[in-house]
């Protein structure tokens, strides 16, 4: 972090815009939109997205499209820009070479539903690039956008992306089991979610604000093992097929407990 403070002048006013201000989106996804109505707000010349077939016009490119996409897609806009990048968390800046152009990347560590414009301002952003112009490009580009930059290397890549799927795929998919197990006691699926969602809520706050294990409630964390008995048993009964998640669950609080202090705080 560092390193992208020296390399990035923290004092120059956010309303004025730095190296390559034309940007060509290509990817007319959830990505692309969003990236295209924020670029724009932030003071940039945006051309696009445009589908993955077209050429956009810019001094820089950024591919808005699945990883799978990615190669294919650099091909396409070959000596078209010189910096061309990309926005996903796990591909690697060498998806980027048939491009021929300094590559970067460019990753909001945000949730893209559709359903509502992402808040960009004060999210993180893993920023990678193959040249010191192309890293200042992505780390001037993110904090124009009011995000905060961290550098992403390539063989990082994999494990911060897991990191990024389990705060945010996985935390989904929990909640989403609580929402069944919730609904077994009569309470419809919406109004679960709204009971549950306050919970959730000052849980994922409390974890933000104190480290996890001050943020830890709950029986485990009591060491109260007759009530876990209880809570094993009844999801054994009305539902079987989470019976392994909740042992998973409970196993890691204990050993989140049982971790020195620093390690969890």
């Known amino acids: 972090m560092r ?3 020296r390399q990035s002048d923290d004092t120059r006013p956010r309303g004025a815009l730095s190296g390559p201000t034309r940007i060509g989106l290509v990817g007319r996804g959830r990505v692309g939109r969003a990236l295209a109505s924020a670029l724009v707000a932030a003071g ?3 051309a696009g997205p445009v589908g993955r077939d077209e050429l956009p016009a810019g001094e820089a ?3 808005c499209v699945p990883d799978r996409e990615i190669e294919p897609a650099a091909r396409a806009v070959a000596g078209a820009a ?10 690697p800046l060498s998806a980027l070479a048939p491009a021929g152009a300094q590559a970067f990347g460019l990753h909001p560590l945000l949730s893209f539903t559709g359903t509502a414009p992402p ?15 192309a ?3 992505a780390v001037n580009t993110a904090r124009r956008l009011g995000m905060s ?12 992306h897991a990191a990024a799927s389990v705060a945010s795929n996985f935390l989904v998919t929990l909640e989403a089991s609580a929402e069944t197990l919730l609904v077994e006691t009569g309470v419809d699926a919406a109004e679960a979610r709204a009971l549950l969602a306050p919970l959730v809520r000052s849980s994922v706050e409390a974890w933000a604000a104190l480290g996890p294990r001050h943020a830890l409630t709950g029986p ?11 809570q094993r048993e009844a999801v054994a009964t009305a539902r079987p097929e989470l019976l392994a998640l909740f042992d998973v669950m409970v196993e890691r609080t204990r050993a989140l407990l049982a971790e020195p202090t620093g390690m969890a705080a």
């Open 61 to 63: 490119i950024l591919l």
């Open 82 to 91: 010189a910096l061309v990048g990309h926005t996903s968390g796990a591909t």
């Open 119 to 133: 808040r960009f301002d004060g999210a993180g952003c893993a920023v990678a690039g193959s040249t010191s112009a």
């Open 44 to 46: 940039y010349e945006v």
């Open 135 to 137: 890293l200042a490009f």
């Open 220 to 230: 485990v964390a009591r060491g109260d093992e007759r009530t876990v008995a209880l």
């Open 149 to 160: 930059p961290f550098p992403i290397d390539d063989e990082q890549r994999a494990a911060y």
């Open 3 to 5: 390193e992208l403070e």
